[in-house]
């Protein structure tokens, strides 16, 4: 498995794009040449560390709540105190806030304007700088395994790809 640090550098060639996105029914959304050229024209980005917060599943679907920072490791108290929050949380909402593992999509906005208003989760670590909380949905529970989420501040937007370990 590539590090963070070598996936980075890869990231500045739109091949590596392709190779962490495979062809599929996904790729309609996941337009490789417009997220190389959000990520390569990005004001900042990079790859973090995803810490997984918490992990649900409904029917046949898996869940994960995950936690990142564009500031460095999280800290112990951090990620504990993030894990108390989204806790609190019934399945219900988790599911109403995930998105599908389909491509690089705008988080937030500079200005506090989450991907949807209604959002919860999200604004779990709002009083961390650069830290960020996410759920997202797969159907095969073995794609939850994203050790990494690629991110890139791209005109006013934070944009986040969540990496599945099977492609690095």
Known sequence: MKTKEQLARELENEKTWKSIRPASF?????????????????????????????????????????????????????????KERVNEFPV????????GNGGFYPMVSDEGEYYSEDYELHRQAEDMDGVYV???????????NCPYIIYAHYEGQLYIYYVNAKFL
Do not use: Q
Request: net charge negative; hydrophobic share 40%.
């Open 26 to 82: 996904w790729n309609l959304f996941f337009s490789t040449k417009k997220n190389f050229n959000r990520y390569a024209n990005a004001d900042w980005k990079g790859v973090a560390d995803v810490v997984v917060l918490r992990t649900d599943e409904y029917e046949d679907c898996h869940y994960a709540t995950i936690a990142f920072s564009t500031k460095g490791a999280l800290s112990e108290d951090a990620i504990n105190t993030l």
């Open 92 to 99: 219900n909402a988790v599911r109403y806030e995930s998105t």
């Open 134 to 144: 996410a759920p997202f949905m797969v159907v095969k529970k073995e794609n939850l």
